[in-house]
C-alpha cells in the first residue's frame, strides 16, 4: 500500500521559510519522480515542484521558481520542499504525490488517484 506522510507546515510570516518533508513506503521509491501540488481553499490545485527519481532533475512552477527547492533522499524515502521567500498567496495545503503531476495529466488528462496522494501539510503565511 502506497503511503506518503508530509510534515513541516506551519503559520510563517511573509519573507519566512519553511521546508516540508515527504517520507513514502509501500513502493519503490527509486524508481518514481515526486511532484509537490499545492491547493488552496476554492483554488484548483497546482504542481509545484518535481523531482525525478534519481535526484537529478528538478522542475518548479512559475509562480515558485527561484524562492523553493526540491530534493531527495533515496536511502531515507524522503523527499523535501524548501520553501523560501514565503509570500501570502503561498499559503495552501500542500501535498506529495507519487509520480510526475504534469507528465500524468498531460497524458490521462486527470491527476493520479488519491491513493498515491499524502494527507497533506498546511502551510500558511500571514503577517
Known amino acids: 500500500e502506497v503511503q506518503l506522510t508530509e510534515s513541516g507546515g506551519d503559520l510563517v510570516q511573509p519573507g519566512g521559510s519553511l521546508k516540508l518533508s515527504c517520507v513514502a513506503s509501500g513502493f519503490t521509491f527509486t524508481s518514481y519522480s515526486i511532484t509537490w501540488v499545492r491547493q488552496a481553499p476554492g483554488k484548483d490545485v497546482e504542481w509545484v515542484s518535481i523531482?525525478?527519481?534519481?535526484?537529478?532533475?528538478?522542475y518548479y512552477s512559475d509562480s515558485v521558481k527561484g524562492r523553493f527547492t526540491i530534493s531527495r533522499d533515496n536511502a531515507k524515502n524522503t523527499v523535501y520542499l524548501q520553501l523560501d521567500g514565503l509570500k501570502t498567496e503561498d499559503t495552501a495545503m500542500y501535498y506529495c504525490v507519487m509520480d510526475d503531476v504534469r507528465k500524468y495529466y498531460a497524458e490521462r488528462n486527470e491527476f493520479p488517484p488519491r491513493k498515491n496522494w499524502g494527507q497533506g501539510t498546511q502551510v500558511t503565511v500571514s503577517s
Open positions: 523531482i525525478d527519481s534519481r535526484g537529478q532533475r528538478t
